[in-house]
């Protein structure tokens, strides 16, 4: 039986800016309130290996975030004593998120160590300043480092505050108001690749290409304007000019990400693609987990992605 704290950490969805955001395009991230996770204590008799593991990855977190104390890296500081001890006593994370699927599971994680061990964090009782919110990310880029090698900081950060987050560039970043048609017949759907995958080899893998010159050029003059132009378009709720350059971007996935996409899903792609039915594009680092895909008619893609697993996002 697990005793929870009260605090609840939804997953997000990063819509656009994956892997784009680290040459700074703009990114637009959504809470996702289909999964979520908080601190937990055991009570039980006989700890299930989930719980054993969770609490073994939290002794290893605590380690890292007190060598980052003790080093100065980190800009706060944290109660690494209460942590340790809470650990040693059960602690685990509690989390319906699944973990490698894009959703933001390390970033719930790492929201909820920092709101019950940081000291002097950001109080949400205000809307926080520009200035804050970038100090926040800053923090998060680091803890959440832990996990994947390389972190803009924007999953924690978003679990934490739980709002709409744009994204632009290294120091613009605010909440934003969506609108969403919940009678439209269009959708944003989740497809389950039933695939779990590591962020960090995806990362580095794309890290390396962008020493390449040519690759550095496509990205710089073909996916940051496709992924902001996506972004504006959804804001002004422009449907028409979204999926003109959606359908840019998912066929630019496709050429230039081949190692992010399951090869089962290459076919899928470029047939949304090729007859316009809808645009599939990653969520988050790829390798599997979830793929996003964007329809202007989501019963008929349900019939063109009959046996998928779709899960509805929302409409549009």
Known sequence: MAKTTENKFNSKILLFGEYSAIQNSMSLTLPYQEFSGTLAFDTSDVQSKFIQTSNQDLKSFALYIEEKVESKTLP????????????????????????????????????????????????????????????????????????????????????????????????????????????????????????????????????????????????????????????????????????????????????HFKPMIPKFFNKLWKKGIDTEAYYLKLCGAGGGGYILGFTKNLEQTKQELKGQKLELLCNI
Do not use: W
């Not at 973990?99 to 933001?104: E, K, L, P, S, T």
């Not at 999926?243 to 971007?249: P, S, W």
């Open 76 to 255: 706060i500081s944290f109660d690494i004593h209460a942590l340790k001890s809470d650990i040693e006593k059960g602690l685990y994370f509690n989390s319906s998120i699944p973990q490698g699927f894009g959703v933001g599971s390390s970033g719930a994680l790492v929201a909820a160590i920092y709101t019950k061990y940081a000291k002097d964090k950001l109080s949400l009782e205000q809307t926080p300043k520009q200035e804050e919110i970038l100090a926040l990310k800053h923090t998060f880029a680091i803890l959440e480092s832990y996990f994947h090698g390389n972190s803009s900081g924007v999953d924690p950060l978003i679990c934490y505050l739980n709002l709409p987050l744009l994204i632009n560039g290294k120091n613009g970043i605010e909440p934003v108001k969506v609108e969403l048609d919940q009678e439209g017949k269009g959708a944003i759907f989740l497809i389950d690749t039933g695939i779990s995958r590591s962020t960090e080899p995806l990362v580095n893998y794309y890290m390396q290409r962008m020493e390449e010159h040519t690759y550095r050029e496509f990205v710089d003059k073909q996916l940051k304007p496709f992924a902001n132009n996506c972004i504006q378009a959804f804001l002004d709720g422009d449907k028409e000019t979204l999926f003109a350059y959606l359908k840019l971007l998912s066929k630019f996935q496709l050429e």
